[in-house]
T-cell receptor
Framework: SQTIHQWPATLVQPVGSPLSLECTVE??????LYWYRQAAGRGLQLLFY??????ISSEVPQNLSASRPQDRQFILSSKKLLLSDSGFYLC????????????FGSGTRLTVV | KQEVTQIPAALSVPEGENLVLNCSFT??????LQWFRQDPGKGLTSLLL?????REQTSGRLNASLDKSSGRSTLYIAASQPGDSATYLC????????????FGTGTSLTVIP
């Protein structure tokens, strides 16, 4: 069966510090991978998605970046965090064209102080 | 661009009541529609996935219907329980941009014991 792992679960970082969040998927190959952010009391905002290794599409211009070094690994990074980067970050995977739908990780709660 | 709306934004019902959550989308050219549940501070849990060729899907006390031509889906919850309290989100995958999916604004459900 397919599983998705996301870590860390919570993170408190000072303003200006770097960020690295990791997401890995098991039990499938060549999935589409997604990073979403959910600010407090708000909806889900798509940040990045990837259809293959090294292929990243950015939906929102900001100081965040994403990379996909391996087929089932998706990393969200920042060189210098801002207060506005605080939120709940969710990774998801799916196979467009198949009947799986999308599956989400358990999320990372990021607080920038 | 596909726009997805959920009404009502919040709903409070007494335990045992049957209820209906609504999801509307502007472009009927979709591949599928998926209903999710999100508990506070948690990731998204998939509830039901309806392919565009299907009219409804059922899982336990949940029944989701899809009327693609009118751009509507409903999630019916029978005999509601306090444990059903959560935010419910629908998401559609458009045919023309199958690598992305679009979320509704969500309905926050509270079931009162």
């Amino acid at each position: 069966s397919q599983t998705i792992h996301q870590w860390p679960a919570t993170l408190v970082q000072p303003v200006g510090s770097p960020l690295s969040l990791e997401c890995t998927v098991e039990g499938t190959s060549n999935p589409n991978l997604y990073w979403y952010r959910q600010a407090a009391g708000r909806g889900l905002q798509l940040l990045f998605y990837s259809v293959g290794i090294g292929q990243i599409s950015s939906e929102v211009p900001q100081n965040l970046s994403a990379s996909r070094p391996q087929d089932r690994q998706f990393i969200l990074s920042s060189k210098k965090l801002l207060l506005s980067d605080s939120g709940f970050y969710l990774c998801a995977w799916g196979h467009p064209g198949r009947n799986y739908g999308y599956t989400f990780g358990s999320g990372t709660r990021l607080t920038v102080v | 661009k596909q726009e997805v709306t959920q009404i009502p934004a919040a709903l409070s019902v007494p335990e045992g009541e049957n209820l209906v959550l609504n999801c509307s989308f502007t472009d009927s050219a979709i591949y599928n529609l998926q209903w999710f549940r999100q508990d506070p501070g948690k990731g998204l849990t998939s509830l039901l996935l309806i392919q565009s060729s299907q009219r409804e899907q059922t899982s336990g006390r949940l029944n989701a219907s899809l009327d693609k031509s009118s751009g509507r889906s409903t999630l019916y919850i029978a005999a509601s329980q306090p444990g059903d309290s959560a935010t419910y989100l629908c998401a559609v995958t458009p045919l023309d941009t199958g690598n992305q999916f679009y979320f509704g604004t969500g309905t926050s459900l509270t079931v009162i014991p």
